[in-house]
């Protein structure tokens, strides 16, 4: 790509922000509504999210003052409203920095991990779609935007090309697991190279890339108030063509994505093939902020109409059917089974036996979460953070299960942070079971990397989850927790142990995605505002009466 799209300054029919909590019932009717553009948080949304944080005693004025920003410039500087810099801060980013990777003079990203004590580099010197949205987040909290457009471009351009794994055409839409910047000193010159699965262990075509793009493009938007990137016919294309993958019609009766083990952050063989929470939630959550930013016009008004539909059935599925709570718990121990016809309580056919004797005592009576995974015969009762948290911000869950999610995390603080935040699954298998589910990966032995690891990186999504909720002191309790010890012990990959104790046995030093996620969870308790470009609000519009005795697809 000799130089970077075309941008055309155009007016906008409808800013993001109003369509942002447009009622979805209507949009198939309705023309959109001409508006002037507006900052990245409006100001009802400022409002509503004083109401939660007033209680945690953030004043509303902290939200709103024009122009807030981190402060992060020049990390010693002193920080607005009551936070104090900690003295890591300015490590993070002068670490974050020396991660930036240069195309043709242009920064583009960030590698994964800048580690020189590593004998093995593997592909940690690539940037990875995933592992940038931290770093992104970061810069555009801190106003540097340059660096996250170029690297929405570079991958936009990337999704063109022809993707082809031992002689199988991938689906066009497929955004890559990652890209890697060739220089050749001689000639001068700077080549991209991307990886679509067919380098990746086991590989696994990543499904989450396409989703962290769409999400990150609003991030851009709303945080720049920009809308003439969004609005170019490649933007358009591109997010047309991931819809047209995700969207697919087919022969599966459930409105949820099914995806292989291995596709989304937990990249290895963890028994989450089916219809695995982060991806569903990602899928929710891309859908609403793709749904913002497609133009109503010839070409985007059949995808406006397919995800309308589409976003009505995923969440009363998913709020239905992976909502675990005491209560819900109880009614499926009481299960019967073998029922037939569109009157079956147990649609699923899960035999109540299957129900693992840990999930008794984890479950409080106050709090619950959505499961790891349902399909049939099948309910896979562990904890995932990510697909918990992008569901808080994605507004798939309900306010109310938003805040059991909260109080699930605060009664079971020990097992989901312990000493290093944060549990990426809960709780680790072992034994014969880690046997079969993992095919014996010796890197994902139990409380390891993806087999209940801690993951700072995860900080971001938790604080992002509690500012929204009106929590942030869990958030602050938590950020604490990992400023013990990320610094002095080289801002490792992941944690082991059930506590999350011991640095990763395969870690990676100076990861770069946990300095950015420390990063981004310490700006946005600052400035709680920055909270918008992440954020959706909830539409009620989506929220019909649960009748677990009835058809879902009533």
């Known amino acids: 790509m000799d130089g970077p799209l075309g941008l055309r300054n155009v007016g906008s029919n409808c800013s993001i922000s109003d369509l942002d909590d447009f009622n979805l019932s209507r949009l198939l009717d309705k023309p959109r509504l001409n508006v002037e553009r507006q900052r990245s948080f409006d100001e009802r949304s400022l409002s509503e999210l004083s109401i939660g944080l007033a209680r945690a005693g953030l004043d509303h004025n902290d939200l709103s003052s024009p122009g807030a920003r981190s402060g992060l410039n020049s990390p010693g500087s002193s920080a607005r409203n009551s936070f104090e810099p900690h003295p890591m801060v300015a490590d993070a980013w002068e670490a974050l920095r020396k991660s930036i990777v240069y195309f043709r003079g242009q920064p583009v990203g960030t590698i994964a991990a800048v580690d020189h004590q590593s004998e093995e580099i593997l592909n940690y010197d690539q940037v990875f779609v995933r592992d940038f949205v931290p770093s992104a987040l970061a810069f555009l909290m801190n106003g540097e935007p340059d ?39 001689v000639r001068k010159t700077d080549t991209l190279m991307a990886d679509f699965g067919e380098s990746a262990i086991g590989r696994v075509a990543p499904v989450d890339s396409g989703f962290w793009w769409i999400i990150l493009l609003r991030a851009y938007t709303k945080s720049t108030g920009d809308l003439s990137l969004a609005e170019t016919p490649e933007c358009q294309k591109g997010m047309r063509l991931i819809l047209s993958l995700c ?17 989304s952050m937990i990249d290895r063989r963890m028994g989450i093939y089916g219809y695995p929470i982060e991806i569903q939630a990602l899928f929710f959550m891309a859908l609403r902020c793709a749904l913002s930013m497609l133009k109503d016009d010839a070409e985007g008004k059949e995808f406006i109409e397919r995800i309308v539909k589409r976003l009505h059935a995923l969440s009363y599925h998913m709020r239905s059917y992976f909502w675990l709570d005491f209560q819900q718990l109880n009614v499926i121990y009481r299960y019967k089974t073998e029922e037939y016809s569109h009157t079956a309580v147990n649609k699923f056919n899960v035999i109540p036996d299957s129900i693992p004797e840990w999930v008794f005592d984890f479950m409080p009576t106050r709090g619950g979460y959505f499961i790891g995974n349902v399909s049939p015969a099948r309910m896979d009762f562990r904890w995932f953070v990510l697909g918990n ?28 942070v312990g000493e290093m935040p944060l549990k990426i699954s809960y709780p680790a298998i072992e034994s014969h079971e880690w046997r079969i589910v993992t095919g014996c990966d010796p890197k994902n032995t139990r409380w390891s990397y993806h087999n209940g690891g801690s993951w700072p990186v995860l900080l971001w999504l938790l604080t992002a989850a509690c500012i929204k909720t009106g929590r942030p002191q869990i958030a602050r309790r938590a950020i604490e927790l990992a400023e013990n010890r990320l610094l002095k012990d080289g801002w490792p990959e992941y944690y082991d142990g059930k506590l999350g104790r011991y640095i990763g046995k395969q870690a990676r030093k100076y990861q770069t995605w946990s300095i950015a996620g420390y990063l981004v969870a310490k700006m946005m308790l600052e400035d709680p505002s920055h909270l918008g470009m992440i954020s959706l609000e909830e539409d009620r519009h989506m929220r019909p009466v649960i009748k677990r005795s009835s058809s879902w697809t009533c």
């Open 247 to 263: 969207l697919s019609e087919g022969f599966d009766t459930f409105p949820t994505l099914l995806c292989a083990d291995g596709c």
């Open 147 to 185: 660096i996250v457009k170029n690297f929405l471009l570079k991958t936009l351009y990337l999704q063109g090309w022809e993707k082809r794994i031992d002689r199988f055409k991938l689906g066009e839409g497929a955004m890559p697991a990652s890209f890697k910047v060739l220089h050749d000193p």
């Open 389 to 416: 948290c992008v569901a808080i911000l994605s507004s798939l869950a309900t306010p109310e299960q938003s805040m059991a999610i909260m109080d699930l995390i605060e009664a079971r603080w020990d097992e989901l």
